[in-house]
């Protein structure tokens, strides 16, 4: 029998993507399925972001470029990431990656090892505690809880560092809850790193979508540029999910590991896309802006859809475009429920716990649909039978 490395059975994955599998089987067979498993919007790229593809493919941006990306790039990178956040960021601080997600892959391999401690945040982004069992190092959930806006639970954080603790990974605006972090809160963390020397990875790939109040990134803290890791990326911002581009900002010595990482895999991004990133940072905003403000109308439809309906409770998202009800009400588990709607009702959205064990009670729709679907959505939901199990 062939057998593999036991490293692989500490992997995970995203369910959002088996879920869309199972959405896309169904809809083979003839059945109406109403998407709101996946996190991607679902506007097409701008029209000027395709036009500098293409016009890089006609100019013979077709061949190997440097591991951490081309200098347009990383210098227009730099330039946004300072302007956003308020701090220096040179180019030599920056690596274009295929996608954000490769960042969290790089974070983890670079900076943590079997004996660290990793701190996140549960119901989280699934792959920081896949990629936290796969380097080996031990994964220490942090519960968000609904009634704290699903900020980090405090006193949890606090009594959960250790002189083990290696890295803390924050995500503000947050998948899957919507919820963002306060600048209190963040104050406190960066505290907390400062003296105890841990670095970040704070993944600011929803920074574009928050819609109240400033985002504040922990990099901007007095001392904590040089040990924070920010990720960020074109994906949601630019409706880029499939082109892959993203990037990675980090004090140099992190950049030079992450560029041997690069050369050991993907060697570099993709060229004529680092230069439609580069349209796409330095030429218009409006198109970005237009869809901005259309997440915003279609937030305060689902989110009153859902609170009409009994035994559902949704807090308002203050970014990114996920609703996150709870439905507890139901009695009945997320992953059961999650299941049952997508089966009888044709409605595809992923269970809280596909984020983590306290995800459990809740079901996660992302908004990143019209909001004709949104509400047809939200009537079919309403004639599901709720009652309690047998
Ligand atoms: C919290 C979070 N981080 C990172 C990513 C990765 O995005 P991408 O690799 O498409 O840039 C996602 C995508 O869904 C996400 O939700």
């Not at 609170?307 to 949704?314: D, E, F, K, L, W």
Request: with cysteine; proline share 7%; charged share 20%.
């Amino acid at each position: 029998m062939v057998t593999y490395a036991s490293r692989m059975a500490r992997l995970g994955t995203e369910t959002a993507f088996e879920v869309l599998a199972r959405a896309k089987a169904l809809e083979a067979q003839g059945r109406e399925i109403l998407h709101f498993e996946i996190g991607e919007p679902d506007f097409d790229t701008p029209a000027h972001i395709k036009e500098a593809a293409t016009r890089a493919l006609r100019d013979g941006y077709t061949h190997y470029g440097p591991s951490p990306g081309l200098p347009e790039l990383r210098a227009a990178i730099a330039e946004v990431v300072s302007k956003s956040r308020g701090i220096a960021v040179t180019p030599e601080q920056v690596i274009v990656t295929p996608g954000g997600k490769p960042i969290i892959f790089f974070t983890l391999l670079a900076c943590a090892q079997a004996g660290d401690e990793v701190i996140y945040p549960n119901p989280g982004f699934p792959i920081y505690e896949s990629m936290i069992n796969f380097v080996g190092a031990t994964p220490v959930p942090i519960p968000l809880l609904e009634g704290a806006h699903f900020s980090f639970d405090m006193e949890r954080f606090e009594a959960s560092l250790s002189p083990r603790t290696k890295l803390i990974i924050l995500n503000s605006p947050h998948n899957p809850t919507g919820g963002i972090m306060s600048p209190s809160d963040v104050e406190r963390i960066a505290e907390v790193a400062l003296a105890r020397g841990i670095l970040v990875l704070s993944d600011e790939i929803y920074r574009s979508l928050q819609y109240d109040g400033t985002p504040v990134s922990i990099a901007t803290y007095p001392g904590l540029q040089e040990r924070t890791i920010i990720l960020d990326g074109f994906s949601k911002m630019y409706a880029m999910t499939g082109w892959r581009l993203g990037y990675g900002v980090a004090n140099r010595s992190l950049i030079e590991h992450f560029t041997k990482l690069m050369a050991n895999s993907a060697s570099c991004t993709a060229s004529f896309i680092q230069m439609a990133g580069v349209a796409a940072l330095r030429g218009p905003q409006e198109p970005s802006q237009a869809m901005v403000a259309a997440f915003r109308r279609r937030r305060e439809v689902i989110v009153e859809g859902l609170n009409q309906i009994p035994g559902v409770r949704c807090a308002m998202p203050r970014g990114a475009f996920y609703a996150f009800p709870n439905i507890m009400a139901w009695q009945r588990s997320s992953a059961e429920l999650a299941s049952h709607l997508l089966d009888e009702a044709g409605i595809a959205c992923l269970a809280g716990t596909a984020f983590g064990q306290y995800g459990e009670g809740y079901l996660r729709f992302s908004y990143a649909n019209s909001e004709d679907n949104i509400r047809r959505m939200l009537g079919k939901l309403a004639l599901v039978p709720h009652q309690p199990r047998g």
